[in-house]
Nanobody, 120 residues
Framework: QVQLVESGGGLVQAGGSLRLSCAAS????????MGWFRQAPGNEREFVAT????????NYADSVKGRFTVSRDNAKNTVYLQMNSLKPEDTAVYYC?????????????WGQGTQVTVSS
């Protein structure tokens, strides 16, 4: 069982930066693949980024590639999403999620989300 709590959201002007954090409970955090997703009003939840259990492999949605960076600190049971050059279209509730480190696993654990609002 993993419990996830996001923080770091807020209001920022276009071109600005924010860093989201996701703190996880449990001793097995390092065994999970972690992901970030977002959901804007009226839209479905969409993938943003993922990071492997070791942090050695990352993957990004095309819409954020080159602007967002996902990282993790397994000693602190925390995963981060550094967001630079923010755009109004990045406005959404951002969620972190965890899945087991095995093929075919699903994101079974989700945080409550943190709001990011980018003004133009």
């Amino acid at each position: 069982q993993v419990q996830l709590v996001e923080s770091g959201g807020g209001l920022v002007q276009a071109g600005g930066s924010l860093r989201l954090s996701c703190a996880a409970s449990g001793r097995t955090f390092r065994s999970y693949v972690m992901g970030w997703f977002r959901q804007a009003p009226g839209n479905e939840r969409e993938f943003v980024a993922t990071i492997s259990w070791s942090g050695g492999n990352t993957n990004y949605a095309d819409s954020v590639k080159g602007r967002f960076t996902v990282s993790r600190d397994n000693a602190k049971n925390t995963v981060y999403l550094q967001m630079n050059s923010l755009k109004p279209e990045d406005t959404a509730v951002y969620y972190c999620a965890a899945r087991a480190n095995r093929p075919g696993s699903r994101y079974d654990y989700w945080g409550q989300g943190t709001q990011v609002t980018v003004s133009s």
